[in-house]
């Protein structure tokens, strides 16, 4: 079968190869891949940034963003049967299985032991069959048979936007109006449709023009798109009661934390690459304080958020036809792996591979 491979911390070393079929053992599941999404975490592991192949093995298979169908069930009372359309997640429990890897909690792993598919110690979804634990996985309604590929991002805004409820709801009275999204790319997106569902007033600010079609996309679910190079961020006069940085920019994401009200919220998303400081320290944490303001960061979903992920992304679909649909810009054959990798372009958003249409 077609693996797609790379040697981590190996730059470019992204092929090919002929595998044999992995065999599932008790408790795991045979799934046949139809699809896997490629976003920024793929291209780090390709510029050798991070990635960790599975304990004996030189390569690592990539891909965590998958569609599947169950092919195999590999004996157990799994709850799964032949030919499921499901999704599975990307972390797996730590060795010592701490208590949040316990309680089905592996993205607030406390160790940071744990294990991801096609990221850290597993092998992912970029090939023909993958096997996983049945414990971490999702059907999906065959509503969904196309655009379930974009459950896995969906989960981080999820998770993201869960927590900052959570939090807000535990220490005070609060009923937010508004919310900026920064970033358009596909998590951005998802958010924007998201927070519009939860019926906040939404701004999401990109790059691009105001006819792009990300900036169309924003304005289909009834936000409001704003140009960043027309109308800088430190311009904007507009507090808002949660802001959501997924841009994974320094400099954006210093800016965030001016442009929430009183007693706000900011929910990191993106990776930053480290930059010397453009800002004061101390009147970041004036600002932190005196506003009473919330900064905190997300990483990975745990399967809670694939569950409501699933039921958000019929509702974005029913609510916005369409709208799902545009944010995949490029599909490839595996044998097409080089071009499918290479950065998206100015009006590609989402790229997705398909092993079986
Ligand atoms: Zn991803
Ligand atoms: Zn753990």
Not at 62 to 86: I, N, P, Y
Not at 283 to 300: A, D, I, K
């Amino acid at each position: 079968m077609k693996a797609i491979v790379v040697t981590p911390g190996k730059q470019n070393s992204l092929r090919l190869e002929d595998h044999e079929a992995p065999v599932p053992q008790r408790g795991q599941l045979l799934l046949r891949v139809l699809k896997v999404g490629i976003c920024g975490t793929d291209r780090d592991i390709i510029a050798g940034f991070y990635g960790e192949a599975p304990t004996g093995s030189k390569f690592l298979v990539l891909g965590h963003e998958s569609l599947c169908r169950v092919a195999e069930v590999g004996g157990g009372s799994s709850g799964f049967r032949k030919g499921d359309l499901v999704v599975p997640t990307v972390r797996r429990n730590c060795p010592e299985d701490c208590i949040n890897c316990r309680r089905g909690m592996s993205d607030m792993c406390l160790t940071g032991h744990y294990f991801e598919h096609g990221i850290k110690g597993l092998h992912g979804f970029a090939r023909e069959f993958a096997i996983t634990d049945h414990n971490f996985v999702v059907r999906l309604p065959e509503s969904l048979s196309d655009l379930g590929i974009l459950l896995e991002p969906l989960t981080i805004v999820e998770k993201g936007i869960t927590q900052a409820y959570l939090m807000q709801k535990s220490r005070m009275v609060w009923k937010p109006k508004s919310a900026l999204v920064l970033g358009a790319g596909p998590v951005g997106l998802l958010a924007t449709a998201i927070l519009r569902l939860r019926g906040l007033e939404v701004h999401t600010v990109a790059t691009r023009p105001e006819k792009s079609l990300k900036a169309r996309l924003v304005e289909r679910t009834g936000a409001k798109y704003i140009n960043s190079k027309k109308t800088p961020l430190d311009t904007l006069e507009a507090r808002y009661d949660m802001v959501l940085e997924v841009t994974g920019n320094t400099s954006v994401a210093l800016e965030a934390q001016n442009l929430t009200s009183l007693n706000g919220i900011v929910s990191y998303l993106g990776i930053y690459r480290q930059e010397q400081a453009t800002e004061d320290a101390g009147e970041v944490f004036t600002n932190l304080v005196l506003g009473n303001r919330v900064f905190f960061g997300s990483v990975n979903a745990n399967k809670t958020y694939f569950l409501e992920g699933a039921k958000d992304l019929s509702r974005i679909k029913n609510e916005w036809p369409g709208f799902l649909e545009k944010i995949i810009t490029r599909r490839e054959k595996p044998d097409n792996f080089t071009e499918a990798y290479s950065p998206v372009g100015e009006e590609g958003i989402k790229t997705v591979i398909q092993f079986e249409v």
